[in-house]
T-cell receptor
């Protein structure tokens, strides 16, 4: 078990470009979460998958954002037509069963939009 | 509605001194409570959690926290600060399928 892996660790992109991030959760965890963290703030919930089903989406997840977990294993988060306000750390987490178990977080992908 | 308030965005302590990081929550249902630590450019690492049972919970690296329902608090403490404790600390409440995080407290340890 290598924990939750996120790729890439850092991404610099020009405004208007599309970016895609990948998250590989802990293999036996059926729940996967995406969070966004801006400087000086705590993580904010974006979306949640149970297996391949996307069960919840935050209002923060605008139409430019899309997340998938096609086979219930890894997940991708795509941002289309990036804006400077999208610059943040994007964190992925996974868990077993309910939130009582806590989440295991990846190291995050830091996105900078220039 | 669920929310988490961390009092003090920055806390400084001397090495060897007591660490106290404050967290208050509001929840419409009995919550699960967590403390996470984040080092620069890293993800969040679970320090400890309260789900049910004993209200004083012990975590990694000598940290502990006490759930006080009457005060809706879950303060984090460590008897003696170490230089390696310098990091950002987040309190979180889990309700249903979501975690709600506080805005974090940055801990500085002065040698």
């Amino acid at each position: 078990d290598t924990g939750v892996s996120q790729d890439p660790r850092h991404k610099i992109t020009k405004r208007g470009q599309n970016v895609t991030f990948r998250c590989d959760p802990i293999s036996e965890h059926n729940r996967l979460y995406w969070y966004r963290q801006t400087l000086g703030q705590g993580p904010e919930f974006l979306t949640y998958f149970q297996n391949e089903a996307q069960l919840e989406k935050s209002r923060l997840l605008s139409d430019r954002f899309s997340a998938e977990r096609p086979k219930g294993s890894f997940s991708t988060l795509e941002i289309q037509r990036t804006e400077q306000g999208d610059s943040a750390m994007y964190l992925c987490a996974s868990s077993q069963k309910t939130g009582a178990y806590g989440y295991t977080f990846g190291s995050g992908t830091r996105l900078t939009v220039v | 509605a669920q929310s988490v308030t961390q009092l003090g965005s920055h806390v400084s302590v001397s090495e060897g001194a007591l660490v106290l990081l404050r967290c208050n929550y509001s929840s419409s249902v009995p919550p699960y409570l967590f403390w996470y630590v984040q080092y620069p450019n890293q993800g969040l690492q679970l320090l400890l959690k309260y789900t049910t049972g004993a209200t004083l919970v012990k975590g990694i690296n000598g940290f502990e926290a006490e759930f006080k329902k009457s005060e809706t608090s879950f303060h984090l403490t460590k008897p003696s600060a170490h230089m390696s404790d310098a990091a950002e600390y987040f309190c979180a409440v889990s309700v249903g399928n979501q975690f709600y995080f506080g805005t974090g407290t940055s801990l500085t340890v002065i040698p």
